[in-house]
């Protein structure tokens, strides 16, 4: 699976929109881009993941460059329940989940009041 | 989305005895579980995948023996720490392999004493 590049921290104000860059230009052309997020002594949450369109469900849009190299996940709306460690995770579908995770270091992501 | 839960939550042991973390997927058919363990201020690392009905599969410097996999229905895995000493106090994690991606447990916290 590919390498990815994350800010290790980032603030963001409540109610404004986080915007959670992630670097990937290894990336292959059948690699999905997956983002989880990780509250404090949680089991990690599946957020978004998507190929080369962008994509919006009801937790976040993630924005994919054309070329692929990198990717934004949107919190529009951020709330101080967002603050988690973010992880932007590029892999090979084979069927779904059949393959284990590799987890980077992720962006921590802080709400501030 | 789909639930997956751990057993138990949180437990003290003490050093030399052994302890059995229980994962289940509530709500869907998991062929194939993962085993993370996580170590204060760092990320998830994979530790084995637990396929149904055959032995599991163990990243490298990951002690088969010690972390026992069992894997015998297509709901539940079990992780056994045999053995157990301080060093493997940690965070433990599971995780279900669904179509597009894994479900985690909400994890399980691990103190040898």
């Known amino acids: 699976d590919a390498k990815t590049t994350q800010p290790p921290s980032m603030d963001c104000a409540e109610g404004r929109a986080a915007n959670l860059p992630c670097n990937h230009s290894t990336i292959s052309g059948n690699e999905y881009v997956y983002w989880y997020r990780q509250i404090h002594s949680q089991g990690p949450q599946y957020i978004i993941h998507g190929l080369k369109n962008n994509e919006t469900n009801e937790m976040a849009s993630l924005i994919i460059t054309e070329d692929r190299k990198s990717s934004t996940l949107i919190l529009p709306h951020a709330t101080l329940r967002d603050t988690a460690v973010y992880y932007c995770i590029v892999r090979s579908p084979s069927g779904g989940g059949a393959d284990g995770l590799t987890f980077g270091k992720g962006t921590h992501l802080i709400i501030q009041p | ?113």
């Open chain 2, 1 to 113: 989305g789909a639930v997956v839960s751990q057993h138990p939550s949180r437990v003290i042991c003490k050093s030399g005895t052994s302890v059995k973390i229980e994962c289940r997927s509530l709500d869907f058919q998991a062929t194939t579980m993962f085993w993370y363990r996580q170590f204060p201020k760092q990320s998830l690392m994979l530790m084995a995948t637990s396929n149904e009905g055959s032995k599991a599969t163990y990243e490298q410097g990951v002690e088969k023996d010690k972390f026992l996999i069992n894997h015998a229905s297509l709901t539940l895995s079990t992780l056994t720490v045999t053995s157990a000493h301080p060093e493997d106090s940690s965070f433990y994690i599971c995780s279900a392999s669904g179509p597009y991606e894994q479900y985690f447990g909400p994890g399980t916290r691990l103190t040898v004493t």
